[in-house]
Each structure stands twice: as C-alpha cells, then as structure tokens.
C-alpha cells in the first residue's frame, strides 16, 4: 500500500513537469505581434416587471386626515441590454481611474403603467386616473470614468 501511495505522490509531482516540457520562450518577434488588453467585458439583457408600487401617506394632508395611497398597478419598464460594456482600470501617477465604456442603447423599449389608481389602501382598485404609456425609450452613455477624491 505503501507503494502505491509513494508512487501516486511521484506522478502528481512530475505532472507539472512533464506538461512543460514541450514549452518554449517566445521571441521578441514573436511579442511584437501580440497585443493583449486587461478589463473585463460585460452582457446581460433584463426585463424588470411589477405587480404593483404604492406610495401612501398615513396621515393624510390638510384636512383630508385618513391615509391615501397612489397605486401604480401592472408596471413593465423597458429592458435593459448590456452588450459589449468594458470595465477596465487604469490611471496617473496620482490619480486612478474606472472606466466604464458602452456602446448603443442600454434601455430599450417602452415603460407602461396599466393603472395609475388613488385609493386608501396599498391595494386600492378604485378611483383610476387612467394609465400611463411612454413608448421608444432609448438610454445610452459613451465612457463614464470614476475616480476617488484624496483622503482629508
């Protein structure tokens, strides 16, 4: 068993080496034609819905003294696409920087509220203003860039 075991410890030690034996150096020339950036490159599509926000206020105003509450009811926001965004770090020999590059639309589509309801309660279904509907949304940025202020 003893034997087994020394020899499982010699083949784990000599794997490492055996994989490196058909490693080479590369050549200056070979470097030159090399070109390689750090930074990470994100994707990512979301669609955000809700069943309902509410806003209420326990105590009224005036002398309107009961609560009353604002109901949006069926909420779909536009969706949100990250494609392409580069976040990478760099910086001065006194300042460092974020960097955060996008390009395109971020936020497409169109936002809609199915009922804009005033009521006194969170699940108020009466007393509807109607709904909302804002079509062709589109938000975009090119480079935003961050930096920290120097401690005081």
């Not at 994100?42 to 509450?69: E, K, R």
């Not at 203003?129 to 938000?139: A, F, K, M, N």
């Amino acid at each position: 068993m003893k034997k087994l075991l020394v020899l499982v410890a010699l083949l784990l030690i000599l794997a490492p080496v055996s994989a490196m034996a058909g490693m080479t150096s590369a050549s200056d020339v070979d470097l030159e034609e090399v070109t390689g950036q750090v930074g990470m490159t994100v994707d990512m599509n979301m669609s955000v819905t809700a069943t309902s926000v509410a806003w209420g206020d326990s105590d009224g105003f005036g002398t309107y003294t009961t609560a009353g509450w604002l109901v949006l009811s069926s909420v779909s926001l536009p969706s949100i696409s990250l494609s392409g965004v580069v976040i990478d770090v760099g910086g001065t020999a006194t300042t460092s920087y974020l960097s955060i590059a996008t390009s395109g639309n971020l936020v497409t589509g169109n936002l809609t509220v199915g009922a804009i309801i005033i009521g006194s309660s969170a699940t108020s279904s009466t007393e509807s203003l109607g709904e909302l509907r804002v079509t062709g949304v589109g938000v975009s940025f090119g480079t935003i860039r961050i930096s920290g202020h120097p401690a005081p």
